[in-house]
T-cell receptor, first 113, second 110 residues
Framework: SQTIHQWPATLVQPVGSPLSLECTVEGTSNPNLYWYRQAAGRGLQLLFYSVGIGQISSEVPQNLSASRPQDRQFILSSKKLLLSDSGFYLC????????????FGDGTRLSIL | GQQVMQIPQYQHVQEGEDFTTYCNSSTTLSNIQWYKQRPGGHPVFLIQLVKSGEVKKQKRLTFQFGEAKKNSSLHITATQTTDVGTYFCAGWTGANNLFFGTGTRLTVIP
């Protein structure tokens, strides 16, 4: 069966520090991969999605970036975190093709001090 | 741009009462999906509707897709405390992105 791993579960970082969140999927090949951010008590904001290795689409301008160095690995990064980057970051995967259900990781709670 | 709105934003019900959340899209959807996010957890896929006017049931949950494929509803009969959480609809327009609704947070009072 397919599983998705996301770490760390919680992270406290100072303003201006770098960020690297990693997400890996097991049990499936060539998945579509997604990064979302959820502010407290709010909906899901799509940050990036990827349909293949090295293929990244950005949905919102920001100081975050994403990379997909391997088929089942998706990384969210920042060179300098802002206070506004605080939130709940969720990685998700779906089977290849459009309209497929998305399956989420447990998320990372990021607090910027 | 594409927008998917949900109402109400919050709903408090007594255990045993019914609950309904409504989802409205600004454009026609290829399909609509529903997700549940428990407090502190991550969204979990519940169901997908594809056909115009489609109705699907999962135990006490009834999902409906509008005839024009621009709106949907989720109805829970006789709520239980295990139903607590935020319910999101999410619509596909045929592109690569799933547009999530704003969510309805359900509180069930025992």
């Amino acid at each position: 069966s397919q599983t998705i791993h996301q770490w760390p579960a919680t992270l406290v970082q100072p303003v201006g520090s770098p960020l690297s969140l990693e997400c890996t999927v097991e049990g499936t090949s060539n998945p579509n991969l997604y990064w979302y951010r959820q502010a407290a008590g709010r909906g899901l904001q799509l940050l990036f999605y990827s349909v293949g290795i090295g293929q990244i689409s950005s949905e919102v301008p920001q100081n975050l970036s994403a990379s997909r160095p391997q088929d089942r690995q998706f990384i969210l990064s920042s060179k300098k975190l802002l206070l506004s980057d605080s939130g709940f970051y969720l990685c998700a995967w779906s089977s290849i093709g459009t309209g497929q259900p998305q399956h989420f990781g447990d998320g990372t709670r990021l607090s910027i001090l | 741009g594409q927008q998917v709105m949900q109402i109400p934003q919050y709903q408090h019900v007594q255990e045993g009462e019914d609950f309904t959340t409504y989802c409205n899209s600004s454009t026609t959807l290829s399909n609509i999906q529903w997700y549940k996010q428990r407090p502190g957890g991550h969204p979990v896929f519940l169901i997908q509707l594809v056909k115009s006017g489609e109705v699907k049931k999962q135990k006490r949950l009834t999902f409906q897709f509008g005839e024009a494929k621009k709106n949907s509803s989720l109805h829970i009969t006789a709520t239980q405390t295990t139903d607590v959480g935020t319910y999101f609809c999410a619509g596909w327009t045929g592109a690569n992105n799933l547009f999530f609704g704003t969510g309805t947070r359900l509180t069930v009072i025992p």
